[in-house]
């Protein structure tokens, strides 16, 4: 049945007309599809996987050598060489992805990935000259898995999913670690540095373009 | 579908009367829904160059999932209403076709998400 009012109505300036539940889901769904887009494309850009498998070799073949050296000073040169050099392979790979996508090198997602990632670095640094004058060597393999999957685990929050996921599997290997017999650090180090250095960058590499 | 005229970019001191993003009526407030970048590939391709200072169009393939055709037909369209900047170049021998957010494109995603927060307020109010 039809009404016909009488008289004119009075319209009010604003619509009073209420909007359908769906256009209200539609719009969220709008929001979220934007802000998804542009955290998968602010990442496709940041994070250098072929870096993380440059690095994971590095871990991987200093591992046996530090399992080698009779002394503390020897393993802990080795390691903090190794470290050294994956930081420069790592660095190398992030300029090259930047510059190869016309980025600028630290900017958006991949600034705030190194300045997240930056803190636990610093003090796994202080932390291992402390531990290392202390005569508590042991303790550095879980240690450094430990901090830099913290490091990981929170600079990944600006990343890919996969990224603090990484982070958290190198947590868990530092806290097992830090459990395990002294004499398996150099394994620890070179499944936490090397394989999942290895698996990951490998993940990020053929899903994010290198 | 909305008209793909071409036009300049917007100019900030005339307000505009037909163009592709945040147009009006007139003698209302609000901006109308843009239709142009409404579109779900559009509106992606939008929002991504949002977040980079460009992006191939193979990167835009990949991170969007779609068809070589899809992305050329919807990137025309944005190219058309000039969005999107794109330039051609050879990386060796292989063509290279990068896009970038042009001012203009960075304004109407910017009206358009002030057009959806806008929405959600209402209906909440509502």
Redesign the interface.
Known sequence: MCIIPAMATVHPLRSARPEPPTLHARAMDNLRYIRETMERAAAFTAVPGWGMVAMGAIALGAAPLAARQAGPRGWLAIWVGAAAAALAAGGAALRRKARAARMPLLSGPGQKFALSLAPPLAAGALLTAAIARAGLGELLPGLWLLLYGAGVVTGGTFSIRVVPVMGLCFMLAGALALCAPASWGDLFMAVGFGGLHLVFGLIIARRYSG | MAKSNARPADRPTKPRAEAPGGRRRAGEGAPELNRLI?E?MR??IV?????????TFN?LK???KTSDGNLSVHTRKLEEAQYVACAKSFDGRIPRT?YRLTAAGRRA?ERY?DH??A??R???E?
Not at chain 2, 47 to 55: D, E, G, Q, T, Y
């Open positions: 409404h779900r509106l992606g929002s991504a160059l949002a977040v980079n200072a460009s992006l990167e990949e991170l969007l990068e995603l998400l959806m927060e929405l959600i209402a209906t909440r509502g």
